[in-house]
Nanobody, 125 residues
């Protein structure tokens, strides 16, 4: 059974930075497409970053492009999300997830089979 454990969340002022980590065990991490999904209260989870199995392809929506960077270390079975210039609207619980889907185009939560428990990110104004 695949387990994902996020860490690195916290409280930060607007304009600040955080680096989230997601450690994966119980599966073959190096074949997974990985994604990060924030979920704010009353809202659905939305994909804000995805990375393919090798790290050679990434996806970001326009809302976070140039602020967020996803990366992975297959030797450590870990995926990261570097978040810079954070805004209050980035406040959410951030979940990482694993998928066998290879194509990052039109990727959605339905394509992901395993999820972590989430880590809270709070950005104060």
């Amino acid at each position: 059974q695949v387990q994902l454990v996020e860490s690195g969340g916290g409280l930060v002022q607007a304009g600040g930075s955080l680096r989230l980590s997601c450690a994966v065990s119980g599966g073959t991490f190096s074949v997974y497409t990985m994604g990060w999904f924030p979920q704010a209260p009353g809202k659905e989870r939305e994909l804000v970053a995805a990375i393919n199995w090798s790290g050679g392809d990434t996806y970001y929506p326009d809302s976070v492009k140039d602020r967020f960077t996803i990366s992975r270390d297959n030797a450590r079975n870990t995926v990261y999300l570097q978040m810079n210039n954070l805004k209050p609207e980035d406040t959410a619980v951030y979940y990482c997830a694993a998928s066998f889907h290879r194509d990052l185009v039109r990727l959605s939560g339905a394509h992901f089979h395993s999820w972590g428990q989430g880590t809270q990110v709070t950005v104060s104004s």
